[in-house]
């Protein structure tokens, strides 16, 4: 076996990626992003053993982490010479840790005393992988707590970026990655487990507040979905920073700005519609680029996740930021000293393009983040009194390309009439056009944002549940159908289950890397369970 990567819901044959990866992560870089993670626990380890350290290097420490974790994330990273570089910085960082907080690792598990030069990362690579936890156990629970954490510091990233963190976020990244080298108890993993949901909550809670102190709460909005007629720049992923500094830069230029797939809800920030050429959001979730990138005509911007493997055909138009990376195309570096990222490179090729050309016409509506739907609280409620309303259902979370997937699209079209979607992260995508109406007003899919935005959801059933003086979250008439595909997907759930919610039906597939035992435990405690097929679902939920 030259790879073994399980984290995605696409993973080949429902097991784990053992030649290449479906994704299209080559089976060299999967190793290296092993090595990447292995590096990332070391370091974990190291700096909670060691004296306190400057400031500085603890900031670093901190960076480095998100960074690396995040890299780590599903179509985030294709580019092995990055990460080497990552690795590279990171071991130079362990040294001065070990050196400054005066650790002695000389009986430290081995993640934390191994050093070694640039030209021996591949082979160490290949020694490294989740594979070596032999029991499948202790392996299931390790990633299922590595793959929260990787959510975790994808959030706090973003956070980040807009000078929002929280020490024990960090700390807790620490210490958990610390204790994943250890030899734990199953009792003691299912505990770091619940922790790191705890840490999904307080981090996305985290993130909101950035978001909302930065760019004011989303508000409903109608988004276009036709085109214009100067050239375009499509922005793609989760980072808001980014669009805000593209925004700026191009006002005056001539060059239109569109958002796809999970950056559709910028569109919803009352800070972004003050640019008139903020135009509207260009097709579909993550998984389409490939037609809709070559149809688009001019360069595209990925802040994150979700990149595909680009095609030869428009690869020169692909342009990447902060995490993620694909050798061949041009990277536009971070900010320096405060300053804001350069992106004139990517305006200027956006004048020699042509205009996007169309692929549908028409608007659609979201904001429905925690804010708006408290300021339609009574309309709400009333609905529900009245029984206009029966029930919620949230399908949150995030799409995929397998035809199993068209469930989704086929359950919210057999929703009966009196039930309202609640959605957050690119899985909306899978009937946010349908047209399904609405309730006294209020549209029967209220899309809240993005994937980190699920936790605008919680507010409004924790609100609910105020409301209507209930003693637990899940005596709401609320049914959980959430899809799931990378590891934020992981974050969202775990927040959820450590907030008590029961009967999670997550899909289209369950997690590869959930052992039987590790399952039979989500479903004593709190009955998680997959999909079947749309009839029998709908029997089952709707009688
Ligand atoms: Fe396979 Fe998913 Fe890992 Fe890619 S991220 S290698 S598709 S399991
Ligand atoms: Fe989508 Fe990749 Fe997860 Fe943020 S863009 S939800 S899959």
Redesign the pocket.
Known sequence: MSMF????Q???KGV??TIN???G?KKDT?NLQDLLIYVAKGISYVSIRGKDLPEDIEEKVNKFLLDALFTTI?NVNFNSEDIKDKIEYGLKLKRDLIKLGGVDVASAPEAARWDSDRDEFDEKAEKVGILNIKNEDERSLKELIVYGIKGIAAYAEHAYVLGFQKREIFEFIKNALSKTLENLSVEELIDLVFETGKYSVEVMALLDEANTSTYGHPEITEVNLGVDKNPGILISGHDLKDLEELLEQSKDSGVDIYTHGEMLPAQYYPAFKKYSHFKGNYGNAWWKQNEEFEKFNGPILMTTNCLVPPRDSYKDRVYTTGVVSFPGCKHIPDRENGKPKDFSEIIEHAKRCQPPQELERGKIIGGFAHNQVFALADKIVDAVKSGAIKKFVVMAGCDGRMKSREYYTEFAKKLPEDTVILTAGCAKYRYNKLNLGDINGIPRVLDAGQCNDSYSLVVVAMKLKEIFNLNDINELPIIYNIAWYEQKAVTVLLALLYLGVKNIHLGPTLPAFLSPTVLNFLVEKFNVSTISNVDDDMRKFFG
């Open positions: 990567c399980f984290q995605c696409e993973t080949a784990g990626c990866g479906v994704c992560k999967a599903t």
